[in-house]
């Protein structure tokens, strides 16, 4: 009975022989007493001896046998504490990878159920954990997982809408703005009606540049896409005529240069966020001068008001804004009307590679500089024909000798834009500008015959802005000559003297308008316009100088007889 | 721009208002007409507003608000407000047109046309 339950295995050396020693020192030491001890005392010490033995071998075999059961509960408590300890090391693991790595993986778009399926493989366990620790811990992880992807719906969605209603708004404000141009265009000749509609396309612009906010916060793109490059002066005016304040920013010069089509809208609404937090933060009387100028990386387009100067810690505030911004928003984040703007500009920055940098200026105020990237820039000549006809090439050029303008239709739209005035053999390709002008140059060739045509007459109702024939837009054939018969002869326009300005307007080739003139040289003399003082000269008598005058014209082999003869049989 | 057709996306992202700042007729009112003619003193200045100086490379032989307008493509009330300014500058010179009385009688051309045409 010593014997039952030890098991070999048992912890220690209490091994049963152990506990069977004192029963066999009892017995052996009973037995010695029996033979010892006189004859008569030898039954009852036989028996004393037997009852010892018996005793201690009963008392040994039970303390056998509860050393064996604490053995036993060591090693449950042992092998329990093991596992407690491997399960212990799962939940923290679970709390402190698993699962921001599971909402990592989500947040960077992998289903919820390849996660889970990921996560259900066997090898991503410790071994020794029970299968119903797994089961718990998956169950965890699931409804975890369930809680981002209803969140991050919840965030889609929300965006989504945004993104949605934002779109409706500017499809509104886009197709009011184009209704409005056109109104500006048939009022144009009333200035109370045209200043009214002025105003009222001015608020439909800040409608639009709210309604591109929201779509930009929501993720989108800010709205419109420019399919064509744009030039940056026209850029920097777009994005003045959609803020409050555009009559208090100073536009400076400009680099000749074009914004490609795709950049061309973040970049007006990111320029127009800015401008609009600079005028919104300096008195109402102070200039906010906006420039852009090269620099290694690309245009940096400067934005200096001399407002209130911003305080290191706002600056701070507002540099991290724009950081947090380029990391994505939380749309919980976004407060007040003017962290909107910056969060704007930053996720816009973030976009297309903008860098944005609030400083102090030395005015006092704050000076935003945003950086184009060169990957955005391309050459002036790229750059969609049509600034109001006019405009892209900012200011800063030479006058045109009045000799080398060529007809009037070209003379109408220097297509300014052409030359690069910048040095970087990249840009400057006059043979490209060559092939490139006519194209901006040709459209509105149509447009001074039909115009002049209509306001020879007494009564017209307004200039034929208006219509620009497409039509027009390509080749022309211009009229040349006259057949006997006075039939207008029309000859393919192989040469026009256009790829010559760029030459002309080039402020940094100096002699660069001898060259120009020398190549226009056959049809200087008439000047948009010419027709008609030479027909008014003519009307009021003054036949010399009116034969004079169309004596040259017609000697001019290019455009002029076209002007002429088109002016007079309206 | 105008012709819708054409899609506003091929246009300018500028709007009219901040061509001419706001205004929409000269500060001063001047007697500027459809027909009055506009001749330019000099050639463009570098540093002037583009729509500015297309006005000063247009008006080197004389031409009229009308044509003006229609060169640009910008409404006659923008091309007023810039001549405006011009004008006050003194960068260009503004004349009437001539006065009807100067011209021949109605009848006299209609009779050289009637001429012409039996040639």
Known sequence: ?570 | MSNPGRGWEDGTPERLYVITGGRSGPLQSTSLDLVTLIIARSGPRPGMQPEHAAIMRLCQSPLSVAEVSAYLGLPVSVVTVLLGDLLAENQVLSRPPVAPAQLPDLALIEAVIDGLRKL
């Not at chain 1, 100028?293 to 940096?300: E, F, P, R």
Request: neutral net charge; glycine residues 8%; charged residues 20%.
């Open chain 1, 1 to 570: 009975m010593v014997r039952v339950g030890s098991s070999p295995g048992s912890p220690g050396p209490t091994s049963p022989v152990v506990w069977a020693l004192p029963a066999l020192v009892t017995a052996a030491a009973a037995v010695a007493a029996v033979v010892i001890v006189s004859a008569p005392a030898r039954t009852p010490v036989a028996w004393v001896g037997a009852v010892a033995f018996v005793a201690v071998a009963l008392s040994c075999a039970e303390a056998a046998r509860r050393g064996r059961a604490i053995a036993a509960l060591r090693a449950t408590v042992a092998g329990q504490e093991a596992s407690l300890s491997r399960q212990e090391a799962e939940t923290v693991r679970l709390a402190q990878d698993l699962l921001p790595d599971v909402v990592e993986r989500l947040r960077k778009g992998e289903f919820p159920d390849e996660v889970l399926a990921s996560l259900e493989d066997p090898d991503a366990y410790e071994p020794g954990l029970t299968p119903a620790f797994r089961a718990a811990h998956q169950a965890v992880l699931r409804s975890v997982l369930d809680a981002v992807v209803a969140e991050e719906d919840l965030r889609d969605s929300a965006q989504r809408a945004f993104v949605n209603i934002a779109r409706r708004v500017q499809a509104i404000v886009h197709q009011q703005a184009q209704e409005l141009r056109e109104m500006e265009d048939r009022h144009g000749h009333s200035p109370e009606v045209f200043g009214d509609l002025l105003r009222l396309d001015h608020g439909t612009a800040l409608i639009g540049r709210l309604a591109d906010s929201i779509a930009v916060l929501g993720g989108a793109r800010p709205g419109r896409q420019w399919s064509k490059a744009v030039p940056l002066y026209s850029v920097m005016r777009g994005a003045m005529s959609r803020i409050i304040d555009y009559q208090r920013v100073e536009l400076h010069s400009v680099s000749q240069v074009a914004v490609v089509g795709p950049a061309v809208e973040p970049l007006i609404h990111a320029l127009a966020e800015l401008l609009d937090n600079a005028t919104r933060y300096s008195p109402p009387r102070t200039k906010v001068h906006l420039t852009a100028v090269d620099v290694n990386s690309g245009i940096a387009v400067e934005i200096e008001d001399g407002g209130v100067s911003m305080s290191e810690e706002a600056r701070k505030r507002a540099e991290r804004m724009l950081r947090q911004a380029q990391q994505g928003i939380d749309l919980n984040d976004l407060g007040e009307t003017p962290r909107l703007g910056l969060a704007v500009v930053g996720r816009l920055a973030q976009a297309y590679d903008f860098q944005v940098s609030l400083r102090s200026s030395a005015y006092g105020g704050v000076r935003a500089v945003l950086v184009i990237p060169q990957a955005l820039i391309t050459t002036a000549e790229a750059a969609t024909g049509v600034a109001h006809g006019i405009g892209t090439a900012s200011g800063p050029r030479a006058a045109l000798p009045a000799a080398a303008r060529p007809a009037a239709a070209q003379a109408a739209i220097p297509p300014a834009r052409t030359e690069p005035a910048r040095p970087e053999p990249a840009r400057t390709q006059p043979a490209r500008t060559e092939a490139a002008r006519p194209e901006p140059a040709r459209p509105r060739h149509a447009r001074p015959e039909h115009a002049r045509s209509e306001h020879s007459r007494p009564e017209p109702a307004r200039p034929a802005t208006g219509p620009r024939l497409p039509a027009d837009d390509e080749e022309i054939p211009v009229v040349t000559e006259r057949t006997a018969n006075g039939l207008p002869q029309r000859r393919r326009k192989a040469h026009t003297p256009a790829p010559a300005l760029p030459g002309v307007h080039d402020r940094a080739t100096a002699p660069a308008p001898d060259a120009a003139r020398a190549t226009t040289e056959p049809e200087p003399q008439v000047q948009p316009g010419m027709w008609l003082a030479a027909f008014q000269g003519g009307l009021s008598g003054d036949s010399q100088t009116a034969t004079s005058r169309t004596g040259g014209a017609s000697q001019n082999t290019d455009a002029s007889p076209d002007s002429a003869s088109k002016g007079g049989q309206p």
